[in-house]
C-alpha cells in the first residue's frame, strides 16, 4: 500500500484538523517537494502543529520523514526527465512574471508619487508580508526617500502615533484578510492618510475599504496550480517599483 493510499484509508479516524491536511496532500501531493510545514498548513487552512500530528497520526517522527517517504513514491509513479521538470520550473515563473503586467497602472503611478513626496513613508508588513516591506525600505534608501518599515505587531502602536494627514502609508498583505490589520492599524482605521495604498494579492480583500488605493497582484490564481512561492510576487512588484522610483527621481 502506497503513503496516500495509507491516508485515505486513515482519513475517518482522524482528527478535523489533521482530515483538513490529508485532504490537502491527496489532492496536492506533489507541492510536499517545494513546500515547507508552514506552507503546508497555511494551505490545508490549518497549524504547523496539525501537520506535525498528521504526520504522526501516519507512523513518522515529523514531516520530514513524511515528506522523505512521500516524494520517494512520487518519484517511482512519474519520473521525469530533468530537463523537462527544470524547463517547467522556469514556465511556472515566467508565467507569474507576464502576469504582473495585469497591475493597475494608475495605481502604480499613484503609489510612485506618493513615495517621492518629501513627507514620511510608512512601511508596514507582518509576518510573510513582512520581507517586501523590507525590501522596499532599503530601495529607498537607496534612493535617499525617508521612510519607516514595521515588521512587528507590538511596534505598531508606536507607528500608528505617526501616521498623519500627510503620511504615505503602505501596507503590504498577502492574504488581505483584517487579523493583523487590526492588531497593528486598528488605531488608524477611521482617519487613513489620503495616500494610503493597500498591496495585497487578494482582489476582495476587505481591507480595500479602508485604504485609498489599492493595488492587487497576481497570485491567488497562482495559487492552487503553481509551484511559485506567493511571497516572490509582492517582492518582483518591489523590484519593479523601485525601478520605476529610480526613473522618476531622476
Excluded: W
Excluded at 482617519?191 to 488605493?213: G, R
Amino acid at each position: 500500500m502506497t503513503l496516500l493510499q495509507a491516508i485515505q484509508t486513515k482519513i475517518g479516524s482522524l482528527s478535523p484538523a489533521e482530515q483538513k491536511v490529508a485532504n490537502y496532500l491527496l489532492s496536492r501531493p506533489d507541492t510536499v517537494e517545494t513546500y515547507t510545514i508552514t506552507r503546508i498548513a497555511k494551505l490545508a487552512h490549518t497549524s504547523t502543529s496539525a501537520v506535525l500530528r498528521f504526520c504522526q497520526s501516519m507512523g513518522y517522527d515529523g514531516y520530514k520523514d513524511f515528506r522523505f517517504t512521500l516524494l520517494s513514491e512520487l518519484k517511482q509513479q512519474h519520473p521525469q526527465n530533468s530537463s523537462q521538470s527544470y524547463s517547467s520550473f522556469l514556465l511556472e515563473y515566467q508565467d507569474m512574471v507576464q502576469s504582473l503586467s495585469s497591475i493597475n497602472k494608475r495605481e502604480l503611478d499613484s503609489l510612485i508619487e506618493a513615495l517621492i513626496n518629501p513627507n514620511l513613508n510608512i512601511l508596514v508588513g507582518i509576518f510573510f508580508s513582512s520581507l517586501p516591506a523590507k525590501a522596499l525600505q532599503f530601495g529607498l534608501e537607496d534612493l535617499s526617500i525617508p521612510s519607516i518599515c514595521t515588521e512587528d505587531i507590538n511596534h505598531s502602536a508606536h507607528i500608528n502615533k505617526l501616521i498623519q494627514e500627510d503620511t504615505t502609508l503602505v501596507y503590504f498583505s498577502l492574504s488581505g484578510t483584517k487579523e493583523n490589520f487590526n492588531q497593528a492599524l486598528k488605531e488608524v482605521e477611521h482617519h487613513m492618510p489620503a495616500n494610503s495604498f493597500l498591496i495585497t494579492l487578494n482582489a476582495k480583500s476587505p481591507l480595500s475599504k479602508l485604504f485609498k488605493h489599492t493595488i492587487v497582484l497576481p497570485g491567488k490564481s497562482l495559487n492552487a496550480s503553481s509551484i511559485v512561492d506567493l511571497q516572490s510576487i509582492p517582492m518582483l512588484f518591489v523590484e519593479i517599483l523601485l525601478n520605476k522610483l529610480h526613473h522618476s527621481s531622476h
